[in-house]
């Protein structure tokens, strides 16, 4: 039986498949600054914006709100619009969610902004220090309304249990990973285009 300790679990594979990614991430966007000035701040949300974009129509998917049936309330793309706003940044141009129909793939790029919560916990309190709360400007990385932990495990549950297959998921994480740092890399150009 799956169970959250089980080592075969689906959303133990992919954190174990993704830690390197995620690690050099982490690094990358506090390397770059990106929660030491409101001013760097504004290219995280946009490089969130773009993230959230492209998979804005993954929280859509038919067989995954069978699987997580609050799949659509967890989409934090609204808010992450809204900080936008906030910010006063410019929308980036015309662009669309990423069409995945294969849910294992999909499932794999949801794993990445739904954990990404996890890590919001502690960004929060980096985003309050330059004046962003969740009700301006860090409304993306306010908790799930649960909270941070019971809506994680409710995720992992779901996705543990229903049978998807691992390898695809993996590559769906992946990829979703490299998505968010090639958007981190062309970061220090999103800010030049803000002014
Ligand atoms: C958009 C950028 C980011 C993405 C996509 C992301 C993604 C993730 C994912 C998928 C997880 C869940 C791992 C798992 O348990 O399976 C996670 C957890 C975590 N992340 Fe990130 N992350 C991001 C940025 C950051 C940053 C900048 C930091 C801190 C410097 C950070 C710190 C953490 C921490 C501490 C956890 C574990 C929290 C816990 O277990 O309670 N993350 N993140």
Redesign the pocket.
Known sequence: MTNMSDPLSL??R??DA?HTL?ED???S??AHG??SSAEKYKS?VQ??YL?HRDINDLYKHDQLLEIIPDLATRNRFAQVCQDMRDLNLPFPEAGSSICIQDASTAVGWL??????K??????TKLVEKLGFTENFGGRHLAADPGG??PS?NAF?SAIDLAGFDPVLATAG?KS??MR?KNY?ITSDTLISTSN
């Open positions: 959303s133990l992919l954190k993704t995620h991430l982490d690094k966007i506090m990106l929660f995280f490089l969130q993230f794993y990445v902004a739904e954990g990404s996890l890590g919001a916990n502690f960004l941070r932990g994680w992992k994480a979703g990973f968010v981190m």
